[in-house]
């Protein structure tokens, strides 16, 4: 899944065995960066393809004809016919009310300001795991992870032995007009879950959650994992080939209503983690490190302190608060003045799910439904658009298609010409 061409699928396999880390099952993602900036720079000495790099933070985009003018902050100006949004997993706080308020956290390179005590730590998904595996690394923070929903994070089993009946492809296309509104979607799965022996491991495992067991509740997905017996998790990752071709059939009110009332549960039972990663939450959680709560509401400041109020009656109060959410794609919160330029020249346009608004099929930005000549975008910013951009395989996906797309099309220029 970590393939950066189709062409080459175990690539990253061979340069792992080649540094000599074939065993390592879960490289983390600096290994992975390194990987990614050896295959580049590959590419970049073998001439195949002409680069020229400006290390320049880009503020200002002018439509001209033809293309566009850049201009950095630097005051740096570039030209181009074309532009490719990669902007990567840009994003704007959650807890805006509170960012600006002293133990407000929001990035990796402020962990180190964590001295001690307790630790507000607000997601439930594979960012505020990342958190904590940063502040555990101490083993001195009382970490007391929340969410809106009181989700925890699930383990990755050994192996995917279910196979749906009911929940695939075939069956969901059988709704009319060839558009599939979620409540079906949400029927069917529901019929799916009905068919397994026990329920599944969702139930048991969340009324484990629910009476304030985390440390069993780890234990218990732990258990079923080592005995490749997770069926709900299987479900839902037999809809990955799919889940976006989904997404773009469903309209727009479903899609919302998704993200509102199904996104979190979503994220935490689509998106398991290693093991060896819920051996280290199950450790923390028998020592009393680890907590897990439902916030009864968002939390506040009060008294130079953090507080949380949740459902379970307990009020939590922590100098410091991390957003280990993910944050929010929403263009009016994200603070990036690239991002104010294009859209006050009406080059862009937010999508009701977040992010950018682009044609799911050639990357193109789209204001007013309209394709913006030349202006494309790629990435976490077309989540509202394609829903898989948290997956590096989709994306590398879509980066080749709109790559053979833009080859095509000077292929036919270059055959006009001639």
């Known amino acids: 899944m970590l393939s950066v061409s189709n062409s080459e699928p175990v690539g990253f396999a061979h340069w792992m065995n080649a540094k000599g880390n074939a065993n390592e099952l879960y490289p983390n993602r600096l290994v992975y960066s390194k990987f990614l900036q050896e295959t580049y720079q590959d590419i970049a000495r073998s001439g195949l393809l002409e680069i020229e790099e400006f290390h320049e933070t880009v503020q200002v985009v ?39 308020q002293p133990g407000f956290i929001d990035h990796h390179t402020k962990f180190s300001k964590v001295k001690g005590g307790p630790v507000l730590v607000a997601g439930s998904g594979l960012t505020a795991v990342d958190v904590f595996r940063s502040l555990n690394q101490g083993k001195n923070n009382e970490i007391h992870l929340f969410s809106r929903q009181g989700f925890a994070p699930t383990c990755l089993t050994k192996e995917n032995r279910y196979i749906p009946v009911v929940l695939n492809w075939t069956t969901l296309l059988k709704e009319q007009n060839g558009s599939v509104r979620l409540q079906y979607f949400l029927k069917t799965l529901k019929q799916e879950c009905k068919r397994l022996p026990d329920g599944g491991e969702r139930i048991p495992a969340m009324q484990i959650l629910r009476e304030h067991r985390p440390a069993q509740y780890f234990e218990y997905l732990m258990e079923r994992s080592q005995a490749a017996d997770l069926p709900y998790q299987d479900i839902l990752v037999s809809t990955r080939p799919y889940m976006h071709k989904l997404w773009r059939s469903m309209p727009i009110e479903d899609r919302i209503s998704f993200n509102i009332n199904y996104g ?109 000549p030349g202006l494309y975008s790629l990435g976490p910013l077309n989540k509202g658009s394609l829903f898989s951009t948290n997956a590096f395989w989709f994306n590398a996906r879509c980066a080749g298609h709109w790559a053979r797309q833009w080859a095509i099309e000077m292929t036919k220029k270059n055959s006009v010409g001639i």
């Open 62 to 100: 002018t439509a001209q004809t033809p293309g566009y003018q850049l201009r950095s902050e630097s005051g740096k100006t570039v030209t181009a016919h074309k532009i490719m949004l990669c902007l990567g997993s840009l994003h704007g706080t959650n807890f805006r009310q509170l960012s600006e």
């Open 264 to 372: 979190a549960g979503w994220a935490a039972w689509r998106h398991p983690i290693p093991y060896e990663v819920i051996a280290e939450l199950a450790a923390a959680a028998r020592e009393q490190r680890l907590h897990i709560h439902q916030g009864k509401n968002s939390p506040y400041w009060e008294n130079g302190q953090f507080v949380l109020e949740t459902t379970s009656g307990k009020t939590i109060r922590a100098q410091n608060l991390v957003d280990g959410t993910g944050g929010t794609n929403r263009l009016d919160l994200i603070d990036s003045p690239l991002l104010r330029n294009l859209t006050e020249q009406q080059l862009i346009e937010a999508h009701p799910c977040g992010g950018i608004d682009i044609h799911p099929l050639t990357f193109q930005c789209q204001v007013n439904g309209k394709p913006v």
